[in-house]
């Protein structure tokens, strides 16, 4: 049945939003460019929240006279705030990840004789400009003004020439994806479509699809055509000396196939500030659905009117939560987190709802919005509780589309793109995403059909098993040794793969135990004590273990610090992920000699700089010493602390990559004063907020507000609270209690409560 606390979703959260909420421009506290460099691969373009559709200035590849491109450096993004070199707007991208993909289908305005090749009509530009939904620079080569926004899978550009010869152009050769080859068909004087290949994220191979694309153009041009790059017999790269040429197709109106193509449009006589708009549809599915998509997004619409709607999507979306107090760049760095929070998970399916099926060549078609983009290794361990929380509607399309996509292919998604399983990363992550979901009321999807596919990955022998391939011996012994996945020890993630299983079993045993599967649940609840085998008294921390059930010798448990290379640890050391058991933090304690011993250790960490703020093993370690009471102050301490030091406005304002959304909804959640710290689990960590008051609307209309009561910044911790209007002197609070109470206050003080 479904959840009553869900009948208001939707329209009624957004009518519960207040007539003061309303007026706020919330907008205006968000920086675009926060994380355009530090490798934090965010982007300025413009999207609408949880969009399909993104532009994004391109400016990753060089010129002939600076070859610094994404070519010859390992690109992510379109985009890098240093970078000056703009060679088109990119059309569906992705923002925060360490892979690149999509980036493609590049349109530029340039004036003069027509130049296909991009290394040459390439420009640098100035006067950017970016907002939620809009964004808008110079090129200086032209003096071209070039303007984008968005709706949820269609694009706008606006280009205002000065006097004289000008040219649109989209560009289908070049871009951020693995994949080549394209397909571009003139449909009308103004009207093209198509479509390109994409795919091979983090080197899988068979993780490839098509986009499918509508192109228009608002004036009929004086000339338009095709090109095609031709290179010699054995020239692959653009670089090559003499690589090749470009070839115009000035009379030929069918369609054009290969991997270094395009389509443009001449203007003669263009007067003095006169403007050319291109308007984008895309589809994962067809041609056919881009162009409805096309049709039914921006009929009878100008660009300011897209402009204007995107807008508003963004402050309604970011005005469900508002804060008071705080210093300005608080309330950017709050709000600029909240943005990039809301970008992925993004739509799939097209406006008659049809979809491309997982790992399937067939069509889908739901009647709720299909998401994609689940970077689930990332994104399990806070951005779907902030969903939950705050956007509820959709987390619950979004478990939704993860449980269909177990329908259509048999497992749920571990990173998934776009219909295809890229296999990146470790873990069974899905299953605490479902778990958490269901635990704080979102129920209104088949649960049957979500344990069915949870039970499955947990159960199925490895040599059947994509979730899980090491099972085998997780299940025969407790852990993973070295070796038995990758064969080669520098490569092997043996311990982290461990870890994430523990915790997708523990969220899993819940569930079982829920159903009346008692023996199953406590069989998971056995394997998720299974971290107790990789604790070294010898080095303090968990260390590998080899088949024969020895700890690996010799062993240096700083070793993997900067994303070196060390066995048994994936993108860290073992201080990274020693206190990865959110699930048995007093267990794990024990195991190393009691509370003091483990506090010790904990903030050995951070004293000694182990702690790694830019990924995601150790994010939630600071939120560890509020398990253990008169250490909530080291908390409320190193949270404040890590937020002042790794989060600001500035481009390089967040640490490292953003990783869809999942680095900044850790920083919303600290400054709001409370963090989900187990995944599966559906209780909070309070904290000390950096705001006074913070209001957030949720699904049943109610509003939960924290307040915080300080006479200077210097305050920081937490002398008392009270929840719902009674004292309250636990730290970890479950969900439900959170809501129902309905309200925080807390008195804060410079000195810690110890």
Request: aromatic residues 12%; neutral net charge.
């Given at each position: 049945m479904p959840n009553p606390r869900l009948y208001l979703l939707g329209a009624a959260l957004a009518a519960a939003v207040t007539c003061q909420a309303q007026a706020e421009d919330y907008t205006r506290w968000v920086n675009p460019f926060v994380g355009t460099t530090n490798y934090g691969t965010t982007n300025p373009g413009a999207i609408v929240p949880n969009g399909m559709m993104s532009v994004v200035p391109f400016n990753v590849m060089g010129s002939e006279t600076n070859r610094y491109d994404k070519d010859s450096r390992w690109w992510?993004?379109?985009?890098?705030?240093?970078?000056?070199?703009?060679?088109?707007?990119a059309h569906v991208n992705l923002s925060g990840v360490g892979c690149p993909e999509l980036g493609s289908l590049l349109t530029i305005s340039t004036t003069g004789d027509l130049e296909p090749d991009y290394r040459k009509y390439g420009s640098a530009y100035k006067d950017e400009t970016a907002v939620p939904g809009y964004y808008s620079n110079r090129l200086e080569k032209y003096d071209i003004l070039t303007e984008v926004t968005a709706t949820a899978r269609t694009s706008a550009e606006r280009y205002t020439f000065p006097a004289g010869k000008g040219?649109?152009?989209?560009?289908?050769?070049?871009?951020?994806?693995?994949?080549?080859?394209?397909?571009?068909?003139?449909?009308?004087?103004?009207?093209?479509?198509?479509?390109?290949?994409m795919g091979t994220f983090c080197y899988n191979p068979q993780a490839v699809f098509p986009i499918y694309f509508v192109m228009r153009v608002?004036?009929?041009?004086?000339?338009?055509?095709?090109?095609?790059?031709?290179?010699?017999?054995?020239?692959?790269?653009?670089?090559?000396?003499?690589?090749?040429?470009?070839?115009?197709?000035?009379?030929?109106?069918?369609?054009?196939?290969?991997?270094?193509?395009?389509?443009w449009f001449t203007y003669d006589d263009l007067k003095e500030g006169e403007q050319v708009e291109v308007r984008m549809g895309v589809s994962f599915v067809s041609i056919a659905n881009a162009r409805e998509n096309l049709d039914k997004e921006q009929q009878g619409l100008t660009f300011d009117d897209i402009r204007?709607?995107?807008?508003?999507?963004?402050?309604?979306?970011?005005?469900?939560?508002?804060?008071?107090?705080?210093?300005?760049?608080?309330?950017?760095?709050?709000?600029?987190?909240?943005?990039?929070?809301?970008?992925?998970?993004?739509?799939?399916?097209?406006?008659?709802?049809?979809?491309?099926?997982?790992?399937?060549?067939?069509?889908?078609?739901?009647?709720?919005?299909?998401?994609?983009?689940?970077?689930?290794?990332?994104?399990?361990?806070?951005?779907?509780?902030?969903?939950?929380?705050?956007?509820?509607?959709?987390?619950?399309?979004?478990?939704?589309?993860?449980?269909?996509?177990?329908?259509?292919?048999n497992w749920l998604p571990k990173w998934e793109l776009y219909g295809r399983e890229t296999f990146t990363m470790e873990g069974d992550p899905a299953l605490p995403v479902i778990v958490d979901t269901w635990r704080k009321g979102i129920t209104d999807f088949d649960i049957d059909a979500a344990y069915a596919a949870m039970k499955r990955s947990a159960t199925t022998p490895g040599a059947l098993n994509p979730m899980r391939p090491d099972i085998d011996p997780y299940i025969e012994k407790g852990y993973v040794p070295l070796g038995f996945y990758a064969g080669d020890m520098s490569g092997d993630n043996s311990v982290s793969h461990a870890l994430e299983y523990y915790v997708a079993d523990n969220a899993l045993a819940w569930m079982a135990e829920e159903r009346g599967?008692?023996?199953?649940?406590?069989?998971?609840?056995?394997?998720?004590?299974?971290?107790?085998?990789?604790?070294?008294?010898?080095?303090?921390?968990?260390?590998?273990?080899?088949?024969?059930?020895?700890?690996?010798?010799?062993?240096?448990?700083?070793?993997?610090?900067?994303?070196e290379e060390v066995p048994g640890f994936h993108e860290g050391s073992a201080w990274n992920y020693t206190f990865f058991v959110p699930h048995d933090v007093e267990g794990l304690a024990k195991l190393m000699g009691g509370k003091r011993q483990f506090v010790d250790k904990l903030q050995k960490v951070f004293d000694e700089g182990l702690y790694d703020p830019a990924n995601e093993p150790d994010i939630a370690y600071p939120y560890l010493f509020s398990r253990f009471g008169g250490e909530e102050w080291r908390t409320q301490r190193e949270v404040n602390r890590l937020l002042d030091k790794h989060f600001t406005s500035k481009p390089d304002g967040i640490p490292g990559n953003d990783d869809t959304g999942t680095m900044s909804a850790w920083a919303v959640f600290s400054m709001m004063g409370f963090y989900p710290d187990c995944p599966g689990e559906p209780f909070y960590t309070l904290t000390t907020?950096?705001?006074d008051e913070v209001e957030i609307d949720l699904a049943d209309g109610k509003t939960l507000t924290i307040e915080a009561e300080r006479t200077s910044p210097d305050d920081i911790y937490i002398s008392s609270m009270e929840l719902g209007g009674k004292p309250l002197k636990k730290y970890r609070v479950s969900h439900d209690e959170l809501l129902n109470g309905g309200r925080v206050d807390m008195k804060l003080s410079s000195r810690p409560r110890k």
């Open positions: 992510s993004t379109p985009y890098e705030i240093n970078n000056k070199f703009f060679t088109g707007y040219n649109i152009l989209i560009n289908l050769g070049e871009g951020l994806t693995n994949e080549s080859g394209a397909t571009v068909r003139r449909v009308s004087d103004t009207e093209i479509e198509g479509s390109k290949l608002s004036r009929k041009p004086d000339a338009s055509g095709y090109w095609k790059m031709q290179r010699p017999m054995g020239v692959e790269s653009a670089w090559d000396k003499d690589a090749g040429n470009y070839k115009l197709y000035t009379r030929y109106g069918r369609e054009l196939s290969g991997d270094d193509i395009g389509y204007s709607a995107a807008t508003k999507k963004w402050n309604d979306d970011l005005g469900r939560i508002r804060v008071k107090g705080g210093t300005e760049e608080q309330k950017r760095v709050f709000y600029t987190g909240l943005y990039h929070a809301l970008i992925h998970p993004n739509l799939l399916s097209d406006v008659n709802g049809e979809y491309p099926l997982m790992e399937n060549s067939g069509t889908g078609k739901a009647d709720y919005d299909r998401y994609t983009v689940f970077s689930l290794w990332d994104t399990y361990r806070n951005l779907h509780q902030l969903m939950t929380l705050v956007y509820p509607e959709r987390q619950l399309d979004m478990v939704k589309s993860m449980v269909d996509m177990s329908k259509e292919w599967d008692k023996e199953f649940a406590a069989e998971l609840r056995k394997r998720a004590a299974g971290y107790k085998n990789y604790y070294s008294k010898e080095s303090g921390t968990l260390r590998p273990l080899k088949a024969d059930g020895t700890f690996l010798t010799p062993f240096n448990p700083r070793q993997g610090e900067n994303f907020p950096v705001f």
